[in-house]
């Protein structure tokens, strides 16, 4: 008689347990709902998979360099803009009537000169970007990783762009100024400009060609580095070293099946 008390009261235990974790998962965050099931003696994280705080930010942190590291790579090597047509810079849309009114006359050599040169341009800052992200994912903080690993496949690279973007513009804008001229750009641009407003009766032209490359260089950057992080979350292919795997593997089998 007493051992079937002692099951009831344990059975009427458990039910209870279950029920207390079924409304803290409907009313809680995924976080917070691992959060009560550690805390409740449930989960184990060095024995059952599930993650510690300390390895998701470790994991996103490293998700986020791979994804910088590659999508600097790519635009950095030649044709890494140019001959990308997701990135690639284009003419100036304030004055793109000078591009039209160039070929127009048959000039069209300097307007392709100057589109490739603005290119190469953005192609030889973009080796420079990597530790400006860098810096700012070492600062990541634990929210920011949970919300990160739950967001939307690009969530990383929008925490990334609104923590680097002003930085980035700031240190670009002189590496793109310079590069400008390096690669001809700058004389490009003059010849051209130049070159129309001699046309009769056209109206005047001009533009901030150094602004304009560095922010096209920076928006192509961030193209490139949603992609990486895309292909982490969608590939376990992509996760090639084992805290990657952790976590995103974490990611694929409970906080895509937790309700929220």
Not at 114 to 127: G, M, T, Y
Not at 128 to 140: L, R
């Amino acid at each position: 008689m007493i051992n079937l008390e002692i099951k009831l009261f344990f059975m009427r235990s458990l039910n209870n347990l279950l029920i207390g974790l079924l409304f803290v998962s409907m009313a809680c965050t995924s976080a917070q709902v691992v959060s009560v099931l550690k805390s409740s003696g449930q989960i184990i994280p060095e024995e059952d998979g599930t993650l510690t705080t300390n390895e998701v930010v470790m994991g996103l942190k490293e998700a986020l360099i791979q994804g910088v590291t590659i999508g600097t790579f790519e635009a950095s090597r030649t044709d890494g803009y140019l001959g990308n047509l997701e990135i690639r810079i284009p003419f100036p849309p304030e004055i793109e009537f000078v591009e039209q009114k160039l070929r127009q006359v048959g000039l069209n050599q300097p307007v392709d000169d100057f589109i490739e040169s603005i290119n190469r341009a953005a192609e030889k800052a973009a080796a420079e970007a990597k530790p400006i992200f860098v810096d700012a994912i070492m600062t990541m903080t634990i929210d920011d990783a949970w919300n990160i690993l739950k967001g939307e496949e690009d969530a990383a690279t929008v925490y990334l762009k609104g923590r680097t973007s002003m930085a980035l513009f700031d240190q670009f804008e002189p590496i793109i100024d310079e590069a400008l001229s390096s690669v001809n750009a700058t004389k490009y641009y003059s010849t051209m400009i130049n070159a129309y407003n001699k046309i009769p009766f056209v109206e005047k032209a001009d533009a901030d060609l150094s602004a304009y490359v560095t922010g096209k260089a920076i928006d192509g950057l961030f193209v490139l580095v949603a992609q990486e992080e895309a292909k982490i979350r969608k590939d376990p292919a992509e996760r090639t070293t084992e805290i990657l795997k952790s976590v995103f593997g974490y990611n694929d089998q409970y906080l895509n099946n937790i309700i929220i």
